[in-house]
């Protein structure tokens, strides 16, 4: 345990030095983002929508779309609840900018094709109000509040075909506004606002050549933050398409493309859309059982976003460190680091499951070779009854009958 929080620790200084390296390159590409700005960037209402709370869905520039493999889908897509190996409890904290800070808590579970999940995120901004004099007269917070209820269903699973996984977000999202902030003679600016994301997923193999159970593509597809205007501000409701790739087990790559859905009319009454495409990028590469890095870049409007993550798997939790790099960065205090902690309370003995129909088809195929087809038949039936999709052991199941039937005709003749 100490060689592995010892390797951890030193992977992780060289994870920070890099992340300071890459603000040299940074600026070079800010400088160049003017050219690519969006005038309409910005004109939606809780923009805490859009920031990243923190854990793999951040380090890999939010192109999360199709990876959805921890509890970072409930940010990225509702329909992977019904696909994770594990019941998750997680805990993230993002110190965004300045004295702004993101808390977020994520709890979800899955009965077999069935994920539910459930999650809260917090954003809070501190306001202090001075005199002509200098002396401090009023202080307060503005924050934004967000509820989530997820649940999802994976469809169509089988032992060849990983399913097509579905689900939805109902949200609940809470503005508040302290009245001290509010000009006199305008009304409250505290609002609330009613959600919904709609998800799919699916996984197949593609291009692999590495032998595997789990597949190494995948392709999602998400409508994010549905719901009426808020006090005549739009909401920023998005079209998400993505996809991931794994050339090497330990490699994956992944890519989102992003459509944002608001519409209003120019100066000519003509519709348009609200924002222009935005794109996103991420790479993971797990170095060890224990030790992997993320990387990713996000390009919306003239505020081109890179990310560097690194995350260490302990027995039963698993800790997630991000630093973003984005025009809002600043050094002095040190800010946009985010940190997840991740427990991992089980799998509700699926993996005891896979490894008993295993056992019980291995023994089967023995079994069958040495000619005892009656002790074959009751294996794979046994293996049936624990895991009915398993169709390797029904294919030889029914050969045996056959098989069997036939010895019985032949022995009734002799």
Known sequence: MRRLILVSIIAFNSFLINALDIASFY??????????????TGLTVFPMLLVPVGGRYEGMGTAFTAVSD??????ANPSASSLLNYTELSVLHNNWIADTSIEGLVYTVRFNELGIGFGGKFLYVPFTGYDTWGAREVGAYYSESLATINISYNFFSGYRFYGLAVGTNVKFAYRSVPNVLVPAGYESQSAIAALLDIGALTRFNFLKFYPARSKNFSVGLVIKNLG????SENLPTRLTAGIAYSPLRPVTLSYDLDLPLHFGLDAAGLVRTWESLSMAGGIEVVLTDFFSMQGGFNYRGANPRISLGAAVDLPG???TVNYTLDMTTTFEPFDRFSIEARLNLGDRGRMAARAKVDELYLAGIEAFADG???EAIRLWREAL??????????????????????????????
């Open 372 to 374: 005892n087809l009656d």
């Open 317 to 319: 939790v698993s800790l």
């Open 385 to 414: 009854a624990i895991d009915p999709s398993f169709t390797p052991a029904q294919a030889f199941l029914e050969r045996a009958i056959i098989q069997r039937e036939n010895r019985e005709k032949l022995e009734s003749v002799r």
């Open 70 to 75: 921890d509890s970072s889908f409930l940010e």
């Open 228 to 231: 009426p205007r808020v006090q």
């Open 27 to 40: 600026s070079g590409v800010a400088d160049n983002a003017e050219a690519f700005a969006d005038p309409n």
